[in-house]
């Protein structure tokens, strides 16, 4: 059982910079993966990024590269969501998720092949004048 919590959201100017954190309490242990998803408001959910366990893996979306960075610390079970150059349509509730069997290949979570197995509650990311 994995319990995610997100923090670090608010209100940006456009360019401007956000970090998010993700708490996880993890109570068995395990290598997990674990990804980041945003909800725009009248939207569906879209896959941002993902992180393996060793960091050795990482994969974003076409619209965030260059401007987002995935990192995890695995000794404090948190992970990071440092978004820069931010935009309007950056605005979305960002969702922290943790996957225990990651696929081989993390783009199938932006293909919507393989999903994750727990879900943070989310936290809102306003990206506005």
């Known amino acids: 059982q994995v319990q995610l919590v997100e923090s670090g959201g608010g209100l940006v100017q456009p360019g401007g910079s956000l970090r998010l954190s993700c708490a996880a309490s993890v109570r068995t242990v395990s290598s997990y993966a674990m990804g980041w998803f945003r909800q725009a408001p009248g939207k569906e959910r879209e896959f941002v990024t993902a992180?393996?366990?060793?960091?050795?893996?990482?994969y974003y979306t076409d619209s965030v590269k260059g401007r987002f960075t995935i990192s995890r610390d695995n000794a404090k079970n948190t992970v990071y969501l440092q978004m820069s150059s931010l935009k309007p349509e950056d605005t979305a509730v960002y969702y922290c998720?943790?996957?225990?069997?990651?696929?081989?290949?993390?783009?199938?979570?932006?293909?919507?092949?393989?999903?994750?197995?727990?879900w943070g509650k989310g936290t809102l990311v306003t990206v506005s004048s």
């Open positions: 992180i393996s366990w060793g960091g050795g893996n990482i």
């Open positions: 998720a943790a996957d225990l069997s990651p696929p081989l290949d993390y783009g199938d979570y932006e293909l919507g092949i393989a999903d994750m197995d727990y």
